[in-house]
């Protein structure tokens, strides 16, 4: 296996295909490739895959069904990629379980850095579908463990797994990442661009444009968390909106 892992490329177009194989090889990957969703459902499991790129519009099943099914076993990074423009198409990939995603075409070093951006970030080892990643603090200092606690939520940073009450919850890495900004935070408001940057990595920097649909994948990243949370919206225990800006910590409850 290559430094940086097993990377598994799903696209029917071989063009296409060629391409982001090169790009991933050239990160350090060892890249193996599918043309058809059934197969490449089959490669991630077989391949014990660290990132996937999917593509949406596949000539058996789709990508999101395709996301669906690898999401039943595995907590491998993917990235969408698609032709489409409609912001539909971005919700509903982030929302089945996508981290990233990509419209074609697209440089090759955006790509790369997204990818890079991932798995400067890596989950826990441990960590699957279905199992947790974690939580912790708000408007409260970390313990001396690096656990950050807040309202009886708990986010190791280390393990990279958060517990609410005691008990896991699963994120994906974008949501984790989210969450652990808000809790540094301690209660300062974090702005769209802000978390974007959260989620981006170190490839939107500062002075770097952030388009309405990044902010609009903000927005779904948080409904999700919120979601997992099974916040209460009226008085949300962890997460509060602020309109027009972004978002905050909930005070600390007594």
Do not use: C
Not at 66 to 85: C, E, G, H, K, W
Not at 128 to 133: H, K, M, S, T, Y
Not at 170 to 185: N, P, V, W
Request: glycine share 8%.
């Amino acid at each position: 296996m290559s430094d940086m892992g097993v990377a598994v490329v799903v696209e029917d177009d071989a063009d296409v295909r060629n391409l982001v194989e090169a790009v991933l090889r050239q990160s350090g990957f060892e890249v193996h490739s599918a043309s058809e969703g059934r197969e490449g459902v089959d490669v991630v499991r077989q391949r014990e895959a660290n990132v996937v790129t999917l593509d949406v519009g596949l000539p058996d099943i789709d990508g999101y069904e395709v996301l669906r099914r690898i999401r039943q076993f595995s907590d491998a990074y993917i990235v969408m990629l698609t032709a489409r423009t409609d912001e539909l198409d971005t919700l509903t990939a982030l929302h089945t379980g996508a981290d990233d995603f990509l419209t074609k075409p697209f440089r090759p070093r955006e790509l790369r850095a997204r990818v890079a951006a991932m798995m400067r970030r890596p989950r826990h080892e441990g960590q699957r579908a279905g199992n947790p990643a974690a939580a912790q603090p708000a408007g409260v200092a970390p313990a001396s463990d690096n656990v950050l606690r807040h309202n009886g939520l708990a986010l190791n940073p280390d393990s990279r797994s958060v517990t609410v009450d005691g008990g896991p919850l699963a994120l994906t890495r974008s949501e984790f990442e989210l969450l652990h900004a808000l809790l540094l935070g301690a209660g300062a408001v974090k702005s769209k661009a802000e978390l974007v940057r959260v989620v981006r990595g170190e490839y939107y920097r500062a002075d770097a444009y952030i388009s309405e649909s990044d902010e609009r994948a903000v927005e779904v990243h948080i409904g999700n968390l919120r979601r997992k949370l099974r916040e209460d919206p009226v008085q949300p225990r962890w997460l509060q909106t602020v309109r027009g800006v972004g978002y905050r910590l909930a005070p600390a409850r007594p």
